[in-house]
């Protein structure tokens, strides 16, 4: 005669799917119970009053209205004009952190933003190694910002 092919860790499991089954009808049969009471739309409401707190109770509609009278004029839906930005013509400054002298580029790292930049040989002035201090332009390259002119200073 064959053995059972039901292992203890397959009655396990199965016990334990029937208790989750009985505990979602359980309370399936709760909420049916409490009613449409229990779950109505006026009772899941929630409001905000005029400091911004949440409350039950609706607002006052005398509130509402002083609250909305704004002077449109005021209201700025824009960017700013590009001739209102000022543009820094200062050379930025950094220190190399890597430059390959055989394949003939590095990266610069900014002392203020702590960005790294991409520099290629074309952009250097003077002779570059890492470490050193140096002042450089930025400028849009083929795969992003470049430095240029780069020159050193310490």
């Known amino acids: 005669m064959g053995r059972s092919k039901e292992t203890f860790s397959k009655k396990e499991k199965e016990k334990k799917r029937q208790k ?9 049969m709760l909420r049916k119970e409490e009613g449409p009471g229990g779950s109505d739309l006026d009772s899941m409401m929630a409001y905000v009053d005029e400091f911004g707190n949440i409350t039950s ?6 509130k509402i209205k002083e609250q909305r009278e704004l002077d449109a ?3 700025e839906i824009s960017v700013s004009k590009s001739e209102d930005l000022e543009e820094d013509d200062t050379p930025n400054e950094g220190k190399v952190e890597f430059f390959n ?4 580029f590095g990266f610069i790292r900014d002392k203020d ?11 250097l002035i003077d002779e ?14 083929l795969k992003g910002i470049n430095a240029v002119n780069v020159k050193r200073i310490g």
């Open 20 to 28: 989750k089954k009985e505990l979602k009808e359980k309370k399936r």
């Open 73 to 75: 004029q005021n209201i």
């Open 57 to 62: 109770t609706p607002p006052d509609p005398e």
């Open 101 to 104: 002298h055989g394949k003939g």
């Open 128 to 141: 570059i190694d890492e470490g050193d201090l140096v002042s450089f332009d930025l400028e849009e390259g």
């Open 113 to 123: 933003t702590k960005e790294k930049h991409f520099v290629h040989v074309s952009g």
